[in-house]
C-alpha cells in the first residue's frame, strides 16, 4: 500500500502555528466551544462529555529521528492509564514508551478532541493513539477493527493521482461499512498542501470531510468524480489550521453517539448511534454563513459544507426522536411522485429516521414524511433543513469498488403539489435541502430510491434528520427598559437593531451582549420615545 505524504508546512510555518498554540491556545479554545454550541449543550443537558465512547487518533510524524508523533497524557489533562499506543515499531499501553516521543501537534488535537478542560469529549472512555502510516496501511487496509467507533485524522496524504485516491477512499469505505467507524479528517490547508483541492482521507465517502472556517483550507469539489466536500467546518486554533478544526467535530460525534446511546434520542439507540444517523445529525445542525450557497446537483457548499458546526443543534434534532415516514409509494422509472393526499403527520419538527428505500431503476420506491409547518403565526417564516446521508458499501475484494445507491431529497408543498426544493446529486451520498424562507403550511419530505444498473443493492438503509425552525424574538416591557428574548434553539441566531424599516441598516451597535437563563436568551435595552426595531439574524461569524 501507498504510504501517505506527510506535511507540507515550512519549518517557519510549523514554528508560528506552535507560538499560537502555545499562547492563545486555552483562551480560543474556550471561545470555540462557545461557538460551535458545545457550552450551550452543556448547560442544558447532563453530564455529555463522550462518556464509554473509544476514540483513536492518528497522527502523522512530525520528525522520523526519534519518531514524534504521541500524545502527552499530561499535556491533555487524561490518566495516562486511558492510553493505548501502536505504530510499525509495536505497541505499548505506557507513556512514555520507545515507540516514539511527545508530538505538540498530537497534544493539541488532543486538546481539542478529548482535552480537560477545554475538549470536547473530555470523559472518552478510552484513546487509541495511532502512527498514521502504520493505521492506514496495518490497520485501516488491513480492515483491522479497532473497535472505536470514532476516529479523528488531523493529517492528509497530500496530491494523490486519482487512482490512489480512490483506493485510499474504497480503504476508508470498506472499513467504515463493515466497522462501523466514523473517520473525520481534515480538508488539507488550501495551496499550503499543493492543491486547493480536498485531498485523502477526506475524500472518502462514509467519513466526514472537515474544514476550517475563517482560515485557509481546501474546496470541493472532488478531483475524481466532482464530490461535495468538505461536509462541515469548524474553527481552529490557528490559520490554516484544519487540523484542529477536524477534533471538535470528532469530539461532538462521539458526544452525539453517547446521547444516543444512552437513550436520548429514543429507545432505538442502535439507530440512534449509527455513524450513518451521527454524520446527518451534525451536517443538519450546522449553521450556515451568510453567503452560504449549493444547487440541485451539488447538495452541499464547496467552500463550508452544510455549515459552521453546532453541537446543540445537533442533539436538539436527536432528542426529537425517531419518527417514520408516513407512507410509501412507487413510481415507475421517471415518472412524478407528488404528495399522496395522506392524512398522516410526523409530530416532530426537528427530529429524524433511519429507515430503508428501494428501487431496482425501473420502479422507484418514495417514503414520504409530512409535516405540518406551524407555530401558531400566520405570518411565521421558517427555515427548513433537511439532510440524508448513507453508506457507500463495502467491496466484495479489493478488485471492485461499489458506487452508491442513487438517493434523492425533495421537498412539496402538500396543498398544491409544488416542488419546493430538491437534491438530487448523482455522486454524492449526502443529499441536503436548505429552504431559508417557508411559508406556515403542509409539506411533503421525500426520501427516493432510484435504484439503477450499477447499483449495488435495491434497498438501501439511510439517515434522515431535519429541522423546521422560526424562532420567535418576544418583546416585554420592565419598568424603564425593553427585554428581548428568543429560545436557545436553534442556536447561532443574534439580535439586530434599526431606527429606519426602510434601511438596510441592521446592526448589533449599540446592544448589549445577551444573557441565557432557563432555556431562552435574553437582552435588556433602555426603553426610549424614538422608534427602534428589532429582528432575530444569523450572523455571518
Not at 508530538?103 to 477545554?118: F, K, R
Request: negative net charge; proline residues 5%; hydrophobic residues 35%.
Amino acid at each position: 500500500m501507498r504510504q501517505k505524504n506527510r506535511y507540507f508546512f515550512s519549518s517557519f510555518i510549523l514554528t508560528f502555528i506552535l507560538f499560537i498554540a502555545i499562547f492563545v491556545g486555552t483562551t480560543v479554545r474556550g471561545q470555540d466551544l462557545n461557538v460551535i454550541g458545545v457550552t450551550l449543550l452543556r448547560a442544558m443537558t447532563t453530564n455529555l462529555d463522550g462518556t464509554g465512547i473509544r476514540l483513536a487518533q492518528a497522527e502523522a510524524e512530525l520528525s522520523t529521528n526519534p519518531p514524534t508523533w504521541e500524545v502527552n497524557p499530561a499535556n491533555v489533562g487524561r490518566d495516562a492509564s486511558l492510553f493505548y499506543y501502536a505504530s510499525s515499531a509495536g505497541s505499548s499501553s505506557t507513556y512514555t514508551n520507545s515507540l516514539g516521543t511527545n508530538s505538540w501537534h498530537a497534544d493539541h488535537v488532543g486538546n481539542n478532541y478529548y482535552g480537560i478542560p477545554d475538549g470536547v469529549a473530555t470523559n472518552a472512555a478510552h484513546i487509541d493513539n495511532f502512527e498514521a502510516d502504520y493505521f492506514y496501511n496495518s490497520i485501516v487496509a488491513g480492515s483491522v477493527n479497532i473497535g472505536d467507533p470514532v476516529a479523528n485524522q488531523s493529517f492528509i496524504f497530500g496530491t494523490e493521482p486519482l487512482s490512489t485516491q480512490q483506493e485510499i477512499d474504497s480503504a476508508y469505505d470498506n472499513y467504515a461499512d463493515n466497522h462501523k467507524t466514523l473517520f473525520v479528517s481534515g480538508a488539507g490547508n488550501g495551496y499550503l498542501s499543493g492543491s486547493v483541492y480536498v485531498t485523502p482521507a477526506g475524500t472518502c465517502y462514509n467519513g466526514i470531510c472537515v474544514g476550517v472556517y475563517g482560515g485557509t483550507s481546501s474546496i470541493g469539489p472532488t478531483p475524481d468524480n466532482g464530490r461535495c466536500k468538505p461536509d462541515i467546518t469548524a474553527p481552529s486554533i490557528s490559520s490554516p489550521g484544519t487540523s484542529f478544526s477536524t477534533p471538535y467535530v470528532s469530539g461532538t460525534a462521539a458526544v452525539l453517539m453517547q446521547a444516543g446511546l444512552r437513550g436520548d434520542g429514543g429507545t432505538d439507540t442502535n439507530s440512534a448511534s449509527d455513524i450513518r444517523m451521527v454524520k446527518a445529525l451534525l451536517l443538519n445542525g450546522a449553521v450556515k454563513p451568510a453567503d452560504w450557497t449549493n444547487a440541485t446537483f451539488s447538495p452541499l457548499d464547496l467552500r463550508y459544507g452544510s455549515g459552521m458546526l453546532n453541537a446543540y443543534n445537533s442533539y436538539k434534532q436527536l432528542a426529537g426522536g425517531k419518527h417514520a415516514y408516513i407512507v410509501s409509494t412507487s413510481t415507475s422509472s421517471g415518472g412524478s411522485h407528488p404528495p399522496t393526499g395522506a392524512t398522516g403527520t410526523v409530530n416532530s419538527l426537528n427530529a429524524w429516521d433511519f429507515n430503508s428505500v428501494s428501487g431496482n431503476g425501473t420502479t422507484y420506491g418514495v417514503n414520504h414524511y409530512y409535516f405540518n409547518v406551524t407555530n401558531g403565526m400566520s405570518n411565521a417564516v421558517f427555515t427548513a433543513t433537511a439532510t440524508l446521508v448513507w453508506n457507500r458499501p463495502a467491496s466484495p475484494s479489493d478488485t471492485i469498488h461499489y458506487a452508491i445507491n442513487n438517493l434523492s431529497l425533495f421537498l412539496y408543498n402538500a396543498a398544491n403539489s409544488n416542488l419546493v426544493m430538491v437534491s438530487t446529486s448523482m455522486v454524492d451520498n449526502v443529499q441536503q435541502i436548505f429552504v431559508p424562507h417557508l411559508t406556515p403550511g403542509r409539506y411533503d419530505l421525500q426520501v427516493l430510491n432510484a435504484g439503477g444498473s450499477t447499483i449495488p443493492s435495491t434497498s438501501e438503509t439511510y439517515a434522515l434528520a431535519w429541522a423546521f425552525t422560526a424562532p420567535k424574538l418576544t418583546v416585554t416591557k420592565s419598568g424603564g427598559n425593553v427585554i428581548l428574548s428568543w429560545p436557545a434553539y436553534p442556536a447561532g441566531l443574534e439580535v439586530v437593531s434599526t431606527t429606519d424599516l426602510t434601511s438596510s441598516s441592521w446592526s448589533t451597535g449599540g446592544l448589549p451582549s445577551s444573557s441565557f437563563a432557563n432555556g431562552t436568551n435574553s437582552i435588556t435595552v433602555p426603553a426610549t420615545a424614538s422608534a427602534q426595531f428589532f429582528r432575530l439574524y444569523e450572523p455571518n461569524f
